[in-house]
């Protein structure tokens, strides 16, 4: 969740006119009742939406229905706003860091010296890393649960594998890395801070896919398969009580599967973790669970 709300964050303003919900159709109705029954329904939508980068379907989806709405109001009063000239000037700098034709050649000019230097300490630095995970799983003194210890045991050697067979400091790798980003940037078609207002919330969340998209191919190019990761995930009901729930997800992460359980609650119909229900009422002064809310900062 913490994840989609930055993307939000990184893309800022704002769009056309105030977006609804979709309606309820007695299909989408049906399709409801099914995930309330059943939360792993929920994890099978998330995995196909990220592996289909729609941003605009995982962000509704992280939300309830009557939050979703309160975001598209608060994009809507965020559009209203006046740009000043100094906002504009701001906004165009930065973009053309991404989109200019020259772009990426700035940008590793800037980034090539700096790794050349690390990747001269970059052996130190893997024997490290490496060296405080082995301590983590074979150290009683170490903060790891034994379950969690027993997951990290499983997933090191692939971890070590992966450490050592990939060349984090390859400049080659860089650039084509920020070429793809640029690309998806460019392909947008946005220039300008003026643009970006002209965007309804869903178009503005479909750019927001499209560099997602991008980042993930970026990231492949050192070895990480976020698709084919997020494809192994499986969630097993423990329990259903009511209007809470006890979850166990299992995903496979260089070739050792990693589990956790995880507390839901049920929430206008769609399952959502306790931390996060926790967060939206207090957000809204809403007390939840015998708890006293707390003021948000922003």
């Known amino acids: 969740m913490r994840s989609t709300m930055l993307t939000l964050s990184l893309l ?11 309606a309820q159709t007695p299909t989408t109705v049906a399709m409801s009742a099914v995930a309330a029954a059943d939360p792993s329904v929920q994890l099978q ?9 729609d941003l605009a379907a995982i962000v509704r989806g992280s939300l309830p229905p009557s939050h979703y709405q ?27 860091k991404l989109i200019a034709a020259d772009a990426v050649d700035q940008l590793m000019a800037e980034i090539e010296p700096k790794m050349r230097e690390r990747a001269v300490q970059s052996e130190g630095m893997i024997l490290m890393g490496l060296g405080a995970m082995n301590m983590a799983v074979t150290s009683p003194d170490s903060d790891l649960t034994e379950e969690q210890r027993a997951m990290l045991k499983r997933a090191l050697p692939g971890i070590e594998a992966w450490v050592i067979e990939t060349d984090f400091f390859s400049v080659d790798t860089l650039r084509q890395a920020l070429t793809l980003v640029a690309d998806a940037a460019r392909r947008t078609g946005i220039s300008d801070l003026d643009q970006i207002r ?44 009511g209007d809470e729930a006890r979850v166990r997800t299992t995903v496979t992460v260089f070739d050792a599967p990693l589990h956790f359980e995880q507390s839901l609650v049920l929430v206008e119909g769609r399952w959502y973790t306790k931390e996060a229900a926790r967060d939206w009422n207090r957000h809204v002064h809403i007390e939840f669970d015998g708890e006293e809310p707390v003021e948000s900062e922003g």
């Open 12 to 22: 800022a303003c704002l769009g056309l006119a105030p977006q609804t919900l979709p």
């Open 198 to 241: 002209m965007l309804s919330f869903e178009q503005l969340l479909t750019h927001g896919g499209r560099l997602l998209g991008a980042g993930k191919q970026a990231v492949k190019l050192y070895g990480i398969d976020l698709d084919a990761i997020v494809s192994t995930a499986r969630m097993e009901v423990l329990e259903v009580e």
């Open 70 to 96: 309160t975001l598209l109001d608060k994009y809507e009063e965020a559009r209203r706003k006046p740009i000043s000239d100094k906002d504009r000037a701001d906004f165009a700098e930065g973009l053309q």
């Open 45 to 53: 939508d998330l995995v196909r939406q990220f592996r289909s980068n």
